[in-house]
């Protein structure tokens, strides 16, 4: 009978300490997305930025061809 309330106690203790260690990795997890969520990636660049990319006025067959050329 001890040997048994052993294992009992024994897997009462690594399920805590399981639901412990799960609960405070989900609590740094959603720390972590709230921080970057609020991240905006798309604003506008500030300061000297300088534009790179300028946009032509092609064909649709020309950048068709383009897109399976590059696999874009």
Known sequence: MKQVMKFVKDTMKV????VL???FFYVALRMVHE???RFHRYDE????A???FNQEQID???RLSIF???GE
């Open 21 to 23: 260690c799960t609960s």
């Open 68 to 70: 399976f050329q590059l």
């Open 45 to 48: 660049p500030q300061g000297t």
């Open 60 to 62: 649709w067959t020309e």
């Open 35 to 37: 921080e970057y969520e």
């Open 15 to 18: 399920l805590i300490i399981f």
């Open 50 to 52: 300088v534009k790179v």
